[in-house]
């Protein structure tokens, strides 16, 4: 039965370096093990149906549909205008508004594309006008969107809590420190790549920066709804008001009148328009999600993580050396499909393995979400990368080595600490008693 299980993994990577939808790559994957595994698949849909039914679940579309209405709000805008004031004007500063603004923002969404997409068109731009390469511009925020995907509330860390029945109060908060140490990592990198570039301060750059500062005030108030919002979100959801499902309903509900009202960002044509792509994309999501469910719980009937343990033990028990393993096989899993996919058919399978090593559950779900992050930024699959590109208007031999730089030095380091240290990402968690 094994080799039967490694044929149909096989088949899922030759449909997707064929680019077939991520939905049809796992519905035939399923297609294979009705006809050739010894599991009933009618017996499978109606528990992955039953599953899809938990509310749980309910959270990702509404976060896609909230990150949507705010890419087309302005709310990006009013962020990008605050930060600017405190550090947009020294040498490399306006790098560092884009980290944090990214930051912010997937405090809002909880997601890596909704930073490209809502700063990507008003941030590369004035990046580029300061002096900054576009290729370096474009891959700085696209690395720096990521953070969606690991500052809570994240919609990977929802998925994860749902696969391995683990608080996902505690998941968002394992995420926390790692995202924030990246956030820092990748300012003070913008900040010591940028002095090879000519971008002087001049005479006119530090009267700009007078008069940001006279309107500072203005400034303040004219972000304070877009403020509110994690604030909102964040503080409901740690201080026990409402659930990550409901969190998001708020999260969506809050964008509709500061998208219409308060910062007049987009007309009703407009709105029926973004909600029309978020339902397109949340049925999609949706779709994947069931199968892939189904297929990862396939795959623990079959009992695919015991025999990963042994296999994994028979190499060698140390546990350096089988972490290091763990980590290059979920970045592997995130360079060839979206973290979301990964997240569901990896998490089952490893959780047994890591809880052999002694990793908690909570730990492990910090090390898969930074992992499968810095996946999401890598060829072939690299979805968030290649959005970049088409936002920046660079190429791809453009933007790849400045992306490379920040994921080694940026990233990369991060990720080995998040492994090896666990108080990065169980320090938070234990604040509140979830550790």
């Not at 007309?267 to 999501?285: H, N, P, Q, V």
């Not at 060698?316 to 096989?329: E, S």
Request: hydrophobic share 55%.
């Amino acid at each position: 039965m094994l080799t039967i299980v490694l044929l149909d993994i096989l088949l899922v990577i030759v449909l997707l370096i064929l680019a077939v939808p991520l939905p049809f790559c796992f519905g035939g994957a399923l297609l294979f093990m009705s006809v050739f595994g010894e599991v009933s698949m009618k017996s499978m849909m109606l528990w992955g149906f039953s599953q899809m039914l938990n509310p749980i679940l309910l959270a990702s579309p509404l976060f896609i549909l909230s990150g949507t209405l705010m890419g087309g709000s302005g709310i990006a805008k009013r962020l990008l205008d605050f930060v600017d004031v405190f550090i947009g004007h020294i040498k490399g500063g306006l790098g560092v508004v884009c980290c944090f603004t990214c930051a912010v923002i997937g405090a809002i969404s909880g997601s890596g594309f909704t930073g490209v997409a809502a700063t990507g068109p008003i941030l590369i731009p004035r990046m580029v006008e300061q002096g900054y390469p576009r290729g370096y511009a474009t891959a700085l925020l696209t690395v720096s969107s990521i953070l969606g995907l690991l500052i809570p509330p994240s919609a990977i860390m929802i998925l994860y809590g749902w696969v391995t029945g683990t608080s996902i109060l505690a998941c968002f908060m394992s995420t926390a420190g790692p995202g924030l140490l990246i956030t820092v990592n990748l300012s003070i990198l913008n900040l010591y790549l940028v002095r090879r570039y000519n971008m002087p301060l001049d005479i006119d750059s530090i009267e700009t920066v007078r008069q940001k500062r006279k309107e500072l005030g203005s400034r303040t108030i004219n972000a304070l709804p877009a403020l509110l919002m994690p604030v909102i979100i964040l503080g409901g959801i740690y201080g026990g008001i409402f659930t990550a499902t409901e969190a998001a309903a708020v999260s969506a509900a809050y964008a509709i009148p500061v998208g219409f009202w308060i910062y007049k960002g987009f007309k009703k044509g407009d709105f029926f328009k973004l909600c029309r792509e978020a339902a397109t994309s949340s049925g999609a999501l949706m779709t994947m999600i069931l199968f892939c469910l189904i297929l990862s719980q396939t795959y623990v009937i079959l009992k695919v993580p015991q025999a990963l343990v042994e296999f994994m033990f028979s190499i060698t028990h140390n546990k350096f050396i089988l972490l290091i393993m763990v980590n290059i096989f979920l970045f592997t899993v995130g360079m060839i499909v979206n973290d979301g996919t990964g997240m569901i058919l990896c998490a089952p399978m490893l959780l047994p393995l890591v809880q052999e090593l002694g990793i908690t559950p909570i730990h492990f779900a910090a090390i898969m979400g930074v992992n499968l992050a810095m996946g999401g930024v890598t060829p072939p699959y690299a979805s968030i990368l290649y959005l970049g590109m088409r936002v920046g208007k660079c190429s791809f031999n453009e933007i790849l080595k400045p992306t490379i730089i920040f994921l080694v030095f940026g990233y990369l380091p991060v990720i080995l600490l998040t492994t090896y240290w666990a108080p990065l990402s169980l320090f938070i968690p234990s604040l509140f008693g979830l550790n």
